[in-house]
C-alpha cells in the first residue's frame, strides 16, 4: 500500500524559511515523478514543483521559481520542497503527490495526472 507522509509545515513571517517533506512508505522511484500542491481556502488546487526520476528534470510554477527548490533522496524514499523568502500568498495546504511513471514538464505540475497523495501539511505566512 502506498503511502505519503508530509511533514514540515508550520507557520511563518514574510521572508522566512520552510522546508517540507514526504516519505514514501510501499512505493519505490523506479520511474515516477513527484510533485508538490498546494491549496488555499477558496481556491484550486495548483501545482508548485515537481522532480521525474528520468534526468531528475524539475519543473516550477512561475508563482515560486527562484524561491522554492525541490529535490530528493532516493534513498530515504523522501522528496523535499526547500521554500525560500516566503510570501502570505504562499499560505495553503502543501500536498505531495506521487506518478508511478514519467511526465513531461508540460503535465508535471497537473494535478490530474497523480496516482497518490498524501494528507498535506499547512503551511501559513504571515505579513
Known amino acids: 500500500q502506498v503511502q505519503l507522509v508530509e511533514s514540515g509545515g508550520g507557520s511563518v513571517q514574510a521572508g522566512g524559511s520552510l522546508r517540507l517533506s514526504c516519505a514514501a512508505s510501499?512505493?519505490?522511484?523506479?520511474?515516477?515523478?513527484m510533485g508538490w500542491f498546494r491549496q488555499a481556502p477558496g481556491k484550486e488546487r495548483e501545482g508548485v514543483a515537481a522532480i521525474c526520476t528520468i534526468g531528475g528534470r524539475t519543473s516550477y510554477a512561475d508563482s515560486v521559481k527562484g524561491r522554492f527548490t525541490i529535490s530528493r533522496d532516493t534513498a530515504k524514499n523522501t522528496a523535499y520542497l526547500e521554500m525560500n523568502n516566503l510570501k502570505p500568498e504562499d499560505t495553503a495546504m502543501y500536498y505531495c503527490?506521487?506518478?508511478?511513471?514519467?511526465?513531461?514538464?508540460?503535465?508535471?505540475?497537473?494535478?490530474?495526472?497523480?496516482?497518490?497523495w498524501g494528507q498535506g501539511t499547512q503551511v501559513t505566512v504571515s505579513a
Open positions: 503527490a506521487a506518478h508511478p511513471d514519467y511526465l513531461s514538464p508540460t503535465v508535471a505540475l497537473r494535478s490530474l495526472y497523480y496516482r497518490y
Open positions: 510501499g512505493y519505490t522511484f523506479s520511474t515516477d515523478c
